[in-house]
């Protein structure tokens, strides 16, 4: 990819955008507001103004807009404001052309176009101004005030004035008598400037401090992006959503500041060198320092992002005067900045990016030596324990590869990562040892020293990649050691590999193949003589057995598993069984005996210290319990272990996967703001099948919510994810989603394929619960689709759907078959009785008693959205039946604060819509609102849309539909796709209670509503 590009969307600055939205709302009324909008270079300050003047705009309100401009000999004298009132004196003579009288252009913007010498024929008169230039700045500040308001009669005005901190004095001036001035106008100043440009000498910081003390004035500091909008970013650049690697490679250069990654991105350029716009950019900053500082800032730069003073002493050359000259200006300038943190005199390069336009005026022959003389000085130094002794050696062994010292850089980068493991740095572990492999045939003498031979460094870099993430890469190593330990004659370490191999698959998302490369390692690992290498094998392929929902299989392959493994001794093997036995036996005979065996399991990872049994403990340990019915204690486990794993450096791997069991469990239990929230910190930085986890949860919150086109999206991520065979735990969850997605789009032949794909997969897994789930997503679908057959007179597809239906309760009903009490019977039954309820809707009115009593088997433990789903159904059901309206309407106005509530804006609006037509007064949060606010009075024609439940969005659609337009003309009237107009209108049928277009058509003309 080439030049520079920009996402179509803003990123990240939703909530500033929406401060400056309501600051503009203030000015509207005539309460004049400031907004400082402050931030390094390239940070947003100008995307986030444009989207703000392209928002005032389009509600009406007039932009002037200029920018100060930086040169050499200084500013610009009120080159903003000239800018500003360009195009207003532009329109003005046009409106003069043809030698009308000049009194018809506006007096204000002809004094102030004089005062500003745009009008030279306009000159100020008063001889006063040239003995009291004071008085003469102070009448063109109030000529200018004048105008403004004179402007703003009918409409607000949003003076934008870009890159102040490159401002004159005048224009300083100015800015300030307005932000003191204006205080009943109906204006909005918006200024934005360079806070990393703000050294302590200049003008502006004073000027900042006064302007914060003046009431109506607000400031916002742009923050760098964190990875998940920095992932948004990238998406939209590319069209596509970036690659985990690409997002971590764009993160660590750019650091989240938006526009270098933007020329990262540009450049095509994950690592290199710099694009040439962006170093042209940093370039300019490094321009204006002396000699001295220059060459001290390359030195700093080839050290890294930080360095010593007594480094930067021993090896910059300069003497002492000259260095603390040199650093003096770097600080003064911010392009070094003290860190405060550190335990000795240290610096640092404001942005990394500085770092690397430093380290490209340092001569490579010369850097070549500086890395050297770096390397033997660190290594002359060290003492360091643990995570710090790690850090050391990676730099030592940095610095002598970069001085191409290749046995020096093998022999560190060995000992590098072999501290790095130790200490759970497993990233950088990974880097490490990647580089000794690469040295490996090329320092061939050096190799031979070392106490390892290449099959166990393969085996350690793949352990590393695995912990760290990168699940394809620890692939590619172990099937690399596979072909090595097979070519030495070596089966059992072959076997052994093969189960490693088997969990890297599993993680990556591809079920069969890990499943095959178990079954490889039992061929491989003898039984006899019992051996701890056979447990462990047996271990692994229990926990695939158990993740694809084949629990009996699981359960005895585990038993032999933690058997043999107290046999022989081998306690890490009996905590990984014990932890794959709990979850199957949950699902078989107890959760609460199962979720007991995995507490132990946990225990025993804490004692031994396995993190990667430690993790997989919290994981499984959160599931039972949500399985047991225990939805707030798994919730809590699941935020518990995500601390520990955070701790123990584990957060992008198992961290991220049982964190999404925290927004499973959040959503279980009502609480989706928070539930969506943790969802988008998580999902852009997921990786293997703890991204398949986030995407399948976003998908499943994103329709609920009513957020159709998004949800589409997600699910179309997970179909690119998601590998081969069938694991119950994400095709279960994923299916349902898809067909509850198809239901509310009133796509019923999408739900069907993914129906009469999906089922019979899982109808091949003991997961009862997961498969009742789908089945019951495919049972809604087929009663909505009856209903609307129904509606239609369409006996045909009546028939089918009722016939789907009816297949769909009858295996749910089967799923209670040899359960015992104590397993997971009580949400079978629970699911058993929605479905009963759910198809009692196929007759003509559905059936109250059981809707009763699946309300009272939510409530009493299921999910918050289930509770409310069968409320609404009971009130619905009653009202068919006409009678206990008292009942019905206590139900929905119940109903309808918990939709709201939720977020779960189709089923807000059903309640909506079946309030409307059984006449049941309810208004909408946002009716009552502007009641309350005296936003306006509704007119008779509004009053009677509300009734109906109809949204804003919805009642545009209702309008071209009056208007006899097709779903493909309203999408492209109001700019939506067409399927999303189809659902519009699917919507607004649904809440008129009618079978067709024209039936709608009607209701809406006899509301008023006209074309």
Known sequence: MSGRVASPELVGREADLEAIAQALEQARVGQSRTVLIGGEAGIGKSRLLTAALEMARGQGAIVLQGGCVSLAEGALPFAPIVEAIRPLLADARSADSGGADRGTIDDALLGLAAELGLLARHRSADAAAEL????????????????????????????????LHWGDDSTRELLAFLVRNARSERLLLLITFR?????????????????????????????????????????????????????????????????????????????????????????????????PTLRLLGVAAVVGRRVDHGLLARVSELSERELDDAI??????????????????????????????????????????????????????????GAE????????????????????????????????????????????????AELWDIVPARAEETEIDRLELLRRTAHCAQLSGEYGRAIQLLREAVEQARARGEPILEGLLYERLGRSLWTSADFAGSEAAYVRALELVPEQPPSADRARVLAGYAQVLMLAGRHKESLEVGRRALDLARETGSRQV???????????????????????????????????QNLDDIARGYVCLSSTLDIAGHGEEATTVAFEGSRRLRDLGMGATYGSFIEMNAADGLTVLGRWDEALELVLKVQPIARGTSRVFATQQLAHLLTLRGEFESAARALTEISQLMGHGIEAQFNGPIAATQID???????????????????????????????????????????????????????????????????????????????????????????????????????????PAIWRRSLEMARAGGPAYDATYAAYRL??????????????????????ASASRLGARPLREAIEGLAARARVP??????????????????????????????????????????????????????????????????????FGVAGRVEAATIAARLGLTA
């Open 328 to 385: 003096g200006e770097a600080l003064s300038t911010q392009l070094l900045t003290v860190d405060e943190q550190a335990p000795t005199e240290r610096y640092a390069f404001r942005h990394a990016l500085l770092a690397e336009a430093a380290a490209v005026t340092v001569l490579p022959g010369r850097r070549r030596r500086l890395h050297a003389a770096i390397a033997q000085a660190l290594s002359e130094s060290n003492g360091l324990r």
């Open 132 to 163: 009291h230039p004071d008085w003469a700045r102070s009448q063109l500040y109030e000529t200018f005030l004048g105008l403004l308001r004179r402007l703003a009669v009918d409409s607000p005005v949003v003076l934008a004035v870009e890159d």
């Open 741 to 847: 997605l198809a239901t509310l789009i009133g796509d019923t032949a999408g739900g069907r394929k993914v129906a009469d794909r999906v089922l019979p997969m899982l109808a091949q897994t003991e997961d009862r619960g997961l498969l009742g789930r789908a089945l019951a997503a495919a049972l809604r679908l087929e009663v909505g689709t009856a209903e609307r057959a129904r509606a239609a007179r369409d006996s045909r597809s009546l028939d089918e759907a009722v016939a789907r239906a009816n297949a769909a309760l009858e295996s749910i009903r089967r799923l209670a078959d040899d359960l015992s009490p104590g397993s997971i019977l009580d949400v079978i039954e629970r699911t058993i009785t929605f479905a009963e309820a759910e198809a009692s809707r196929l007759q003509s009115a559905s059936d």
């Open 195 to 291: 806070s990393d440009e703000l050294h302590r000498r200049h003008p502006l910081l004073l000027w900042l401090g006064e302007a914060n003390r003046s009431p109506g004035v607000e400031r916002i500091e742009l923050g760098r992006l964190e990875r998940p909008a920095l992932a948004r970013q990238l998406s939209g650049i590319l069209g596509r959503w970036p690659e985990p690697a690409l997002i971590e490679s764009i993160f660590l250069r750019s650091e989240g500041n938006p526009f270098f990654a933007e020329e990262l991105v540009a450049a095509g350029v994950e690592t290199g060198p710099l694009p040439p716009t962006l170093r042209e950019v940093l370039a300019a900053r490094l321009a204006h320092v002396s000699e």
């Open 389 to 436: 002794e790690a850090g050391h050696l990676g730099e030592i062994a940095h610095h002598w590869f970069e001085a191409r010292e290749l046995d020096h850089a093998f022999s560190s980068s060995l000992r590098a990562g072999d501290a790095a493991q130790a200490s759970g740095a497993y990233a950088e572990a990974l880097r490490q040892y990647e580089r000794t």
């Open 922 to 991: 309810l208004r909408s949060e946002e009716a009552a609102e502007v009641h309350e606010s005296g936003g306006g009075v509704a007119t008779p024609s509004a009053e009677g849309l509300a009734a109906y439940g109809l949204s804003d969005r919805e009642t545009e659609v209702l309008r071209l539909l009056t208007a006899g337009r097709t779903n493909r003309e309203i999408s492209k009237a109001l700019f939506i796709s067409e399927s999303t107009a189809g659902v519009h209108v699917s919507h607004i049928l649904t809440k």
């Open 875 to 896: 009130a619905e059901a009653l009202l068919s039946g006409r009678g206990a309206r008292d009942e019905a309407v206590s139900l929905l106005t119940d109903a309808h």
């Open 574 to 608: 009996e905590g990984h069984a014990l932890c794959t036995i709990g979850v199957a036996f949950a699902y078989v005979n107890d959760p609460d005996v199962g979720a007991d065996m995995i507490r132990e399991a946990i225990v025993i990872g804490e004692q031994i």
